[in-house]
């Protein structure tokens, strides 16, 4: 069956943003049925930035907490934390030696994290896609749902496995697809329609957190920022409408609508009705999630042994692609 890899990091909590961009097609993915499904906590990934140690547990915990009770059942999908399956580090290092610097600094995601004082930025902020390239391709991954911000990442993963296939004269890494698909690929913060909804943006306002209860929800949203304009006629009339248009596509994947479909039911509504209704439907989908949440992390033990189970069977997967990489690098076993 064709193979799904992807990863999220446990760095802060999870934004709706996450949860519609990523979390809920990696629910739709296995649900599919026609995929091996495997999901990955990069631990690694988040220390690229300084994590409190005792914060990265919980978060990590907690993460594994939303996959469950999004829906990711640990039996039918590998749920794992990254640094306990050390393949993903080991194939990062050669894939470290395939990479081009000038690849790593082409990286837009490196330029916005590392700001202005990139000299100051961790070693592992730069290689942060060579590790990546790994997390999918230690699997033989052939397709990866993403959100719209990792699509580079994705284009150079593609580029470090034809590298490595043309340098080696083999066949052996997959050109993986990306798979950005869905009326959330971006979900912008609801304060700013140009900017992606983001766990780092310090207004709290500009997000809805997974965690967040049904007051702080309805009120985000009733405050989110708009303009004055009633909704248009129908989804053309989105454009140049962007935090309208950002709106929309939340109610649309909440709902699991196409945009069409929304604006043919609130065409021409002011957002005194709409923002209610959105409010109303964010609170039904989300509320569950947050309950299980809770409930879950009752138990770390339990979440823990699911990690660790995961781990055993990401290993049986990624051990044989890393004994085959080092014998095609020559490395005496
Ligand atoms: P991370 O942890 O930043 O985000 C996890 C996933 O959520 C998506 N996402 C969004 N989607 C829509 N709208 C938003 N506002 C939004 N914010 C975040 C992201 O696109 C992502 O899919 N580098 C990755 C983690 C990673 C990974 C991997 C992903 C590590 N190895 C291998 C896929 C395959 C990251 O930082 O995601």
Redesign the pocket.
Known sequence: APRV?????P?GGL?L??Y????KRFVDMQEDGGYQTIY?M?DL?AITVWQDPAKLTRATRELCAGFIAAGIDPEKSILFNQSQVPEHTQLGWIFNCVARMGWMKRMT?FKDKAGKNAENASLGLFG?PA??AA??LAYHATH???????KQ??ELTRDIAAKFNHDYSVDFFPLTEPVIEGA?????SLRDGSR???KSDPSDMSRINMTDDADAIASKIRKARTDPEPLPGDAKGLEGRAEARNLVNIYAALSDQSVDQVMAEFGGQPFSVFKPRLADLAVDKLSPISAEMARLMEDPAQIDAILHRGSERAREIAAPVLKRTYEIVGMVR
């Open positions: 890899f992807s990863g999220i990091q760095s934004t943003g996450n519609l961009g990523a979390m990955c990069v990934h995601q942060y590790l990546m997390d999918i990866v749902p993403v959100g719209e911000d990792q990442h994705l959330a690929t971006r979900v912008m992606k909804m983001s």
